[in-house]
């Protein structure tokens, strides 16, 4: 592996995070469902992937402002919620949960150095109920809003702006479908998720600890992945962060 930092004790931390934000969302029955690599981790292994070192939580559009409200009220001092209402710079589409005693770098993803917090992240992306033949629209509208808030921000060139939204242009007229069925769409997927691959949904271990996660993880999975059975190769086996820097010394347990 390529990380100079303590990967067991990253995903031990987050852990630690993810069920933080698990039980107060499920204290107030607000659904969620494990994404991404964290559901990879779940289904292939039973736990993180092995050099995974962030926790990916989808939430629902219905309920995602109200969870926003409970989460920067209940999450612990050591635990800040990061969106458009606590940081200035803030253009993502969705929320992170920041771990305050810990300083993260990450080379893939300079743009994060520009927010005020650098410490471990879980994701919360959202989840719209649309109906698939609104999908292309909805994803042009999503991307031409993120990439508006980085040309506000400063953070792209007006050129840069103007190439990226030709490319959304052109690619809204390919992705056209009449389909009137309907999809849990995250706008910068190209992949479609169909709520009865989401709905009912089931427990999931990772580690000892256990969330709630999608009813058909191999549909998604695969449409993510591809044969998510099979490991990537060991060069591709690396973490997102390059160092990780924890502000107090780890406590014996």
Same mark, same amino acid.
């Given at each position: 592996m390529a990380e100079n930092f303590d990967l067991k004790r990253v995903q031990k931390r987050l852990l630690e995070m993810a069920v933080k934000i698990a039980?107060?969302? !499920?204290?107030? =029955?607000?659904? %969620?469902?494990? #994404?991404?690599?964290?559901?990879?981790?779940?289904?292939?292994?039973?736990?993180?992937?092995?050099?995974?070192?962030?926790?990916?939580?989808?939430?629902?559009?219905?309920?995602?402002?109200?969870?926003?409200?409970?989460?920067?009220?209940?999450?612990?001092?050591?635990?800040?919620?990061?969106? !458009?209402?606590? =940081?200035?710079? %803030?253009?993502? #589409?969705?929320?992170?949960?920041?771990?305050?005693?810990?300083?993260?770098?990450?080379?893939?993803?300079?743009?994060?150095?520009?927010?005020?917090?650098?410490?471990?992240?879980?994701?919360l992306y959202k989840l719209t109920r649309i109906k698939e033949k609104d999908f292309a629209r909805f994803r042009y509208v999503e991307a031409l809003a993120y990439i508006e808030r980085r040309r506000a921000l400063g953070f792209i060139t007006e050129e840069d702006f103007k190439k990226r939204r030709a490319a959304y242009e052109s690619r809204l007229e390919s992705e056209k479908s009449e389909s009137t069925g309907d999809l849990l769409a995250y706008p910068f997927d190209i992949g479609k998720q169909y709520p009865e691959d989401v709905f009912p949904l089931k427990r999931y271990k990772i580690g000892a600890s256990e969330f709630w996660g999608p009813a058909n993880p191999d549909r998604i999975l695969t449409m993510r992945y591809g044969n998510y059975r099979e490991l990537p190769p060991a060069e591709a086996r690396i973490p997102h962060y390059n160092s990780v820097k924890f502000l107090h010394k780890a406590m014996d347990t």
């Open positions: 039980s107060i969302l !499920e204290k107030h =029955e607000i659904p %969620y469902t494990i #994404a991404f690599g964290t559901l990879l981790g779940a289904v292939r292994h039973g736990n993180f992937i092995p050099w995974d070192d962030d926790f990916d939580f989808f939430l629902f559009s219905d309920t995602y402002e109200k969870a926003m409200g409970l989460l920067s009220k209940e999450l612990p001092a050591d635990m800040f919620l990061e969106n !458009e209402q606590t =940081e200035p710079k %803030y253009f993502h #589409a969705w929320a992170h949960v920041k771990d305050l005693n810990s300083e993260c770098r990450c080379e893939h993803y300079p743009h994060d150095e520009l927010y005020s917090h650098h410490g471990i992240s879980v994701d």
